[in-house]
């Protein structure tokens, strides 16, 4: 498995039941879509949230990362390993962050 189904059932319930939310295989890994825009995903090594350009320094400064998997930084896109994933504060943090976001996009 590319990614911690323990982790996925833990970002299940961070996001509950929105009307809007589907699941999709990604990147490796697995992520959350509100309208079929991304909000969040658990990869191999831990999880990343879409937090959007506006929000990213909050997010940084809740203690998530720049996404960086490609090498470079992902502008509006932070992450956390596994170790920090436990910090349900931050999660919670930047779920809303990520969910406020996606609403904001138009429906794809």
Do not use: W
């Not at 982790?7 to 699941?23: F, N, V, Y």
């Not at 191999?44 to 929000?55: F, L, S, V």
């Not at 992450?79 to 919670?92: H, P, Q």
């Amino acid at each position: 498995m590319a990614y911690s189904e323990d982790m996925a059932e833990i970002m299940r319930s961070d996001l509950g039941m929105e009307p809007g939310l589907t699941e999709k295989k990604m990147f490796g890994g697995l992520c959350f879509l509100f309208h079929g825009n991304m909000v969040c995903g658990v990869t191999k090594d831990g999880a990343m949230y879409r937090p959007g350009k506006d929000r990213e320094a909050e997010a940084l400064a809740a203690g998530a990362q720049p996404l960086s998997f490609t090498g470079r930084p992902m502008g509006g896109m932070v992450e956390l390993d596994a170790g920090s994933f436990e910090d349900a504060n931050l999660r919670a943090t930047l779920t809303e962050f990520s969910l406020v976001n996606a609403a904001s996009l138009p429906p794809k």
